[in-house]
């Protein structure tokens, strides 16, 4: 017998040791199963879910869930055409589905964030790893270049931007997924002297408008947005490549997704 | 003695009634004052203020409250210099500052899709009014040009598109602020037979992913999001028409901000 679905569940979460509440579950697929080859995503797609199966790969490891939600209740979708045609893609195949999210972000550091600094190449520049954020010591660097150095790297299109992009940042804050809320963003600013956050997704009312204000009273602050996806995606890449590294005997393939936006 | 803060307010509210938990209250000054001036805005921001001391207005009517957050516990702010120099201004000005959120939505239609659907020269495809939403039936157009349109009629600089820009639309639905939640625009999609959804903001992960798996499935459906406060700054504008009617003796000034991001 060869290695289970279980025993990789297992192992990714060891480091972390069990939690009592997550969302972390095998969502489908029976955890006794030998795993004939794993597809690691950032999200569970219709197009993640089919490549799977060409690939001959019965196991999905995906940091968010395959219906729209946060939440594994289903029961607004059960008529909708949309959901039903993913779901019988999912249950005819009989591909198992692990939520890996909140053990991921667990580990020391984040290994969401340790991937986003690897992806950008600034793993040197980071100050200080919190447990949902990291501060970051950077050559001194227009926000524009910062912008630039972004969309190279994790080739994506374009960012958004709060403030002067020739404003010259050195201590950044990053945030990857929705960690932008006014709740945690506003007061990294300050308790860090940050010149720059990076976020990946977060309530627009709230830290951008504080931005805003900070701005118009003359301090030196910036924001740069990334996207959810685009800031948690090489988080799963470089699960891939650890997996990748230590089941040598298991094909694992990174499946990316394109930009779920484009700018008209 | 001339018109009171108070009198505009129960003026503001007479249509939907008291409620009994809202978020619309008046978050400074005194309610037996004398109206000077009426400054109407999305966000109340240091600008906007500044603005209203500046025109000698002493009441200003906002969607949003000032201190960038949907709560008015400031307790996490009380050490933040950006907080401190807004407390300051408004203290000093003595400034009036009602929220109007929930009861403008309540009014029948929503005041915030009413003043939208003007501004984009929509009113006449209305099909139906819900109290969240709106379903045009649109003359057919492409995705593309309707983003255009959006452009040009609320002048702001992109949209961000979810499908193909020449899926052609008839049938729309509409809706402003953050109301694109999976579990509010997910199901709208399927029960009105929706084309395209146009919305302010919502979470990444959500409806845009369903849309994604719809067309990926061979689904002609889409998604525009323009943004949280360029999908109600129509509604707080189109509000300060009818108060500049109603009170001909009081000047009412629509102070607009710049969009909050820009693109790189």
């Known amino acids: ?82 959901y039903q045609k993913k779901r019988n893609t999912i249950d005819e195949s009989g591909i198992a589905l692990f939520r890996f999210h909140d053990y991921w972000h667990r580990y020391k550091p984040d290994g969401i964030m340790a991937g986003l600094l690897q992806e950008l190449n600034w793993t040197s520049f980071v100050q200080e790893h919190y447990a949902a954020s990291t501060v970051l010591q950077f050559p001194k660097e227009t926000v524009r270049g910062i912008a630039e150095q972004i969309k190279n790297r994790l080739g994506i299109q374009y960012v958004r931007v709060q403030g002067d992009p020739d404003t010259v940042c050195s201590k950044i804050g990053l945030l990857a997924g929705y960690r932008g809320l006014g709740q945690r963003a506003i007061p990294f600013f300050e308790q860090d002297q940050l010149d720059l956050i990076i976020y990946g997704e977060g309530p627009e009312w709230e830290t951008p408008e504080y931005v805003r204000d900070a701005i118009y009273q003359g301090k030196h602050k910036a924001l740069i947005v990334l996207g959810h996806a685009e800031s948690e995606e090489p988080g799963m890449k470089h699960l891939a490549n650890l997996l990748s590294n230590k089941y040598s005997e298991i094909p694992v393939f990174y499946v990316k997704e394109r930009s779920i936006f484009q700018i008209i």
Chains 1, 2 share one sequence.
């Open 1 to 82: 017998m060869g290695i289970t679905i279980q025993s990789i569940i297992e192992g990714l979460i060891a480091p972390v040791g069990k939690l009592e509440q997550t969302c972390d579950t095998l969502k489908c697929g029976n955890p006794d199963t030998e795993v004939t080859g794993i597809v690691v995503a950032f999200m569970p797609t219709q197009y993640v879910i089919e490549q799977a199966i060409a690939r001959g790969a019965n196991f999905i490891i995906s940091h968010e869930g395959p219906f729209f939600s946060n939440h594994d209740d289903c029961s607004t979708l059960v008529d909708d055409p949309v």
